[in-house]
């Protein structure tokens, strides 16, 4: 047995368990409004809406989340591309994906990688917002998994990737 093994039954039967229930489809619905929130153009919005709040310190948080961005985009890219793990409707013929993914493999979630980095920056310049931001992203990660295009691991490292590309981004900055 590999060491991986546990990880990857914990993963499949948490899979199985979101994904084939009563309620999947209206959980979809839902799951597919929250994912699309991650999507980009929202970063986009957030940054000029700081900008426009306090130009001084909105330029700040887009430098911030920018340079954030520069180093999570590469680094995601390799690991997607190094790990190629397939989806759970790829692993499974019991589970099925409500959407169709952008790009092939699952590990780690792009879409989480992002709400955690912007969630991160967010509760560093506007700390305000923190707990709504991190709930946000909290739940675009929820969202991958209810719609069946990543596993928790997936997720979990995601929200990893992205929370430390964050915090080195603000480390350079400061």
Same mark, same amino acid.
């Given at each position: %047995?590999?060491?991986?093994?546990?990880?990857?039954?914990?993963?499949?039967?948490?899979?199985?368990?979101?994904? #084939?229930?009563? &309620?999947?489809? *209206? =959980?979809?619905?839902? $799951?597919? =409004?929250?994912?699309? #929130?991650?999507?980009?153009?929202? +970063?986009?919005?957030?940054?000029?809406?700081?900008?426009?709040?306090?130009?001084?310190?909105?330029? @700040?948080?887009?430098?911030?989340?920018?340079?954030?961005?520069?180093? @999570?985009?590469? %680094? +995601?890219?390799?690991?997607?591309?190094? &790990?190629?793990?397939?989806?759970?409707? @790829?692993?499974?013929?019991?589970? #099925?994906?409500?959407?169709?993914? /952008?790009?092939?493999?699952?590990? *780690? $979630?792009?879409?989480?990688?992002? /709400?955690?980095? %912007?969630?991160?920056?967010?509760? =560093? +310049? +506007? *700390?305000?917002?923190?707990?709504?931001?991190?709930?946000?992203?909290?739940?675009?990660?929820?969202?991958?998994?209810?719609?069946?295009?990543?596993?928790?691991?997936?997720? =979990?490292?995601?929200?990893?990737?992205?929370? $430390?590309?964050?915090?080195?981004?603000?480390?350079?900055?400061?």
């Amino acid at each position: %047995m590999r060491a991986i093994d546990p990880i990857i039954r914990f993963d499949l039967a948490f899979s199985s368990f979101c994904l #084939t229930h009563r &309620f999947q489809q *209206p =959980v979809g619905k839902l $799951s597919r =409004v929250i994912s699309h #929130t991650g999507d980009g153009p929202l +970063y986009l919005l957030v940054g000029l809406v700081a900008w426009w709040v306090n130009s001084a310190l909105g330029i @700040e948080f887009i430098k911030a989340a920018l340079l954030a961005f520069a180093l @999570e985009l590469p %680094m +995601y890219w390799i690991l997607k591309n190094g &790990f190629k793990r397939r989806r759970p409707f @790829e692993r499974s013929d019991h589970l #099925t994906s409500i959407i169709q993914p /952008a790009d092939q493999y699952s590990l *780690p $979630s792009g879409h989480t990688a992002a /709400a955690f980095l %912007m969630a991160t920056v967010i509760g =560093v +310049y +506007y *700390p305000a917002f923190n707990l709504a931001a991190l709930v946000w992203a909290g739940l675009i990660s929820c969202s991958r998994i209810l719609l069946g295009v990543h596993f928790f691991t997936d997720v =979990v490292l995601g929200a990893a990737l992205g929370i $430390s590309c964050a915090k080195f981004a603000l480390l350079l900055l400061s």
